[in-house]
């Protein structure tokens, strides 16, 4: 008879033993507690929780046919008392009791795994009203329209998309059904993140939404509120620093996606980036409680995360933004297939012309889309050419520049004044780590 029950020291039996009563404790305990509260008399408590998980390891110590039968007579008991139950309360207890005994079985072969599945059961179990609160109250029927869709892409289409480049090392359809999936999960989370937060962080909230989609376009709508009397120059050029913060997190994003190596180096002066623009963002956004536009309905107006890019949207409040779907599909086809043109076109620069034709190519590039220059870059090879490294910081110095421009030329001067120095600064910043790491 071949049985682990024998071959096993005693320590070892031991620490498995403990293990399974120690997860059926756990599960019991959260099972009873909700027993209690609900006043009603139940499938199973504490000790029928913990001895199914002492069965379980019990059964598949003796032998792997004694485990499975002890399992179809847990599955039995566990489906006699759901039909014997006078009203329909549900069959969480049954199937929670079918898994304690095999997460009491795996403790015979893998107890951080076992254990690790207790923890997440009891989470489960005790998430029954705030799961229940979302998924009945809080999710819309858009929000789970979209959300399946979504899920559809990474699951079932990008699996079955072939991943070779069609071009040299641009044009591969994985790699922009990725890029195109990865636009509408960032649109999707700054949808989530906005029903969150609370109204008076909607102006920097829509800022960073907007700014996943355009930055560009951000600053250019802030600037024209300002223009038109609308807004507030500081506090809108703070909005529109925080449009950046987007800018160079959807750089991180891209770059995580074709180069770990890439990714290490941009992180931290990114990051650093990041923290320069969020420092200042706030500081000038803070203004806002104290002008005219601290009324909700008077919130500056900015271009949606679901509007074509570059078109300035002055009649959609920023409450409102993302109010019917999580994210825009046409917006994020355009985007993948802008900087996948923008890719191609700066890789066929570089083989016309050389590292000249890269830099050249990358500094046009970055003066519209900087995602799709450094998306390109990146993939000519590793951080010891130094010459990828170079374009890489013309591109993100070319890129500042554009939105400094941008900003004089649709807010006037005051805005222009608050918006470009930070701008300046920060790039700056990342270009002197850039440097430094490399």
């Known amino acids: 008879m071949n049985s682990l029950l024998i071959s096993l020291s005693f320590q070892h039996l031991l620490s498995i033993m403990g293990a399974a009563l120690g997860c059926g404790l756990l599960i019991g305990l959260e099972r009873q507690r909700?027993?209690?509260?609900?006043?009603?008399?139940?499938?199973?408590?504490?000790?029928?929780?913990?001895?199914?998980?002492?069965?379980?390891?019990?059964?598949?110590?003796?032998?792997?046919?004694?485990?499975?039968?002890?399992?179809?007579?847990?599955?039995?008991?566990?489906?006699?008392?759901?039909?014997?139950?006078?009203?329909?309360?549900?069959?969480?207890?049954?199937?929670?009791?079918?898994?304690?005994?095999f997460i009491g079985a795996l403790c015979v072969y893998q107890i951080p795994l076992a254990a690790g599945l207790a923890v997440v059961l009891t989470l489960i179990l005790m998430g029954k009203p705030y799961l229940h609160g979302i998924a009945g109250n809080w999710i819309k029927d858009y929000e789970l329209r979209d959300g399946l869709f979504l899920l559809a892409l990474l699951l079932i289409a990008l699996p079955l998309m072939p991943n070779k480049p069609l071009w040299g090392a641009v044009l591969n359809p994985y790699v922009i059904l990725k890029l195109l999936i990865l636009i509408l999960v960032v649109q999707s989370v700054a949808h989530i993140a906005k029903r969150l937060l609370s109204r008076n962080k909607a102006l920097i909230l829509s800022a960073v939404a907007s700014g996943f989609v355009s930055s560009t376009a951000t600053i250019a709508s802030l600037g024209m509120?300002?223009?038109?009397?609308?807004?507030?120059?500081?506090?809108?050029?703070?909005?529109?620093?925080?449009?950046?913060?987007?800018?160079l997190l959807q750089l991180l994003i891209i770059v995580a996606g074709l180069s770990l190596e890439w990714f290490t180096l941009l992180l931290l002066p990114c990051l650093l980036g990041i923290t320069i623009l969020m420092i200042a963002g706030y500081i000038y956004v803070s203004n806002l409680k104290k002008s005219n536009f601290s009324n909700s309905t008077d919130l500056?107006?900015?271009?949606?995360?679901?509007?074509?890019?570059?078109?300035?949207?002055?009649?959609?409040?920023?409450?409102?933004?993302?109010?019917?779907?999580?994210?825009?599909?046409?917006?994020?086809?355009?985007?993948?297939?802008?900087l996948t043109l923008i890719q191609a076109a700066v890789y066929g620069l570089n083989l016309l012309l050389g590292d000249s034709g890269l830099i050249i190519g990358t500094l046009l590039a970055s003066l519209f889309e900087v995602h799709a220059a450094m998306a390109t870059v990146v993939m000519q090879g590793s951080i010891e050419n130094m010459t990828l490294v170079y374009a890489v910081m013309i591109g993100l110095a070319a890129h500042a520049c554009s939105k400094c421009i941008n900003a004089w030329m649709t807010g006037g001067t005051a805005y222009f004044l608050y918006f470009a120095p930070i701008q300046i600064l920060h790039i700056t910043c990342v270009i002197a780590a850039i440097i430094y790491w490399v």
Do not use: W
Not at 225 to 245: M, P, T, W, Y
């Open 225 to 247: 509120e300002v223009r038109q009397g609308h807004g507030d120059a500081k506090s809108n050029a703070g909005a529109g620093l925080f449009s950046c913060v987007a800018t």
């Open 300 to 338: 500056p107006k900015i271009a949606a995360p679901n509007t074509p890019d570059l078109v300035l949207q002055n009649d959609i409040d920023a409450e409102s933004i993302n109010d019917t779907r999580m994210f825009s599909l046409k917006q994020a086809a355009i985007i993948a297939i802008s």
């Open 34 to 101: 909700n027993n209690n509260q609900v006043k009603e008399q139940s499938f199973a408590g504490l000790r029928s929780f913990s001895i199914c998980a002492l069965l379980g390891a019990l059964c598949f110590l003796i032998h792997l046919s004694v485990g499975i039968v002890g399992a179809c007579a847990i599955i039995a008991f566990s489906i006699y008392g759901l039909f014997k139950q006078k009203q329909d309360i549900g069959s969480t207890t049954e199937l929670a009791f079918v898994m304690t005994y």
